[in-house]
């Protein structure tokens, strides 16, 4: 690909395989998406590709929508962990916990250093990430699919203006 360093040092080969984990039923799916794989166009079988285009937007469309239902499940999890973190510590356990009384300004970064916030804090963020990186792929396949209108068009152009 290439030797660009990306964001923190990071190459751009690093962001074009997406590992995905999208729960289906009970189980969890994982894969991984190799965009490198699904941008690549074989100008010397362009029907394949027009043709495969549709099945990888839809499939990538779909790990998208389901990637952001769960950010969003997430974030309203988070978001009702924290006040119950909130009140459960100015209910008493901060006291308990930093041997001292409560201050407004001081339980906000209790509830932050909380384990289970910290855990689902990790666990939104993640989410979030994946969500982010999938709506990059789907927009990366919709101008992957005006290329490909924009090749066909030109090699019947080419065609027509040999014939």
Sequence with gaps: M???????????????????ELKKGREPKKFTIDMAEQLEIDKNDLRGELLKQASNYGFISV????SIA???????ELEKLRSETYFRLKGGEYAELYEGRVTEKALPN??????QVKA??????????QAGMLMACKSSLEQR?????????????????TQ
Excluded at 3 to 19: C, L, R, S
Excluded at 70 to 76: A, M, Q, S, T, Y
Excluded at 110 to 115: G, I, M, Q, R, S
């Design 2 to 20: 290439s030797n660009i360093v990306g964001v923190d040092g990071v190459t751009p080969e690093y962001f074009m395989k997406i590992h995905v």
């Design 63 to 66: 790990c998208c929508e389901m």
């Design 70 to 76: 769960k950010r969003d499940r997430l974030e309203h």
């Design 110 to 115: 209790a509830v932050e250093l909380d384990e």
């Design 120 to 129: 689902k804090t990790e666990e939104f963020l993640n989410a979030k990430k």
């Design 145 to 161: 699919r005006n290329m490909l209108m924009s090749i066909n068009a030109s090699m019947r152009k080419e065609w027509e203006d």
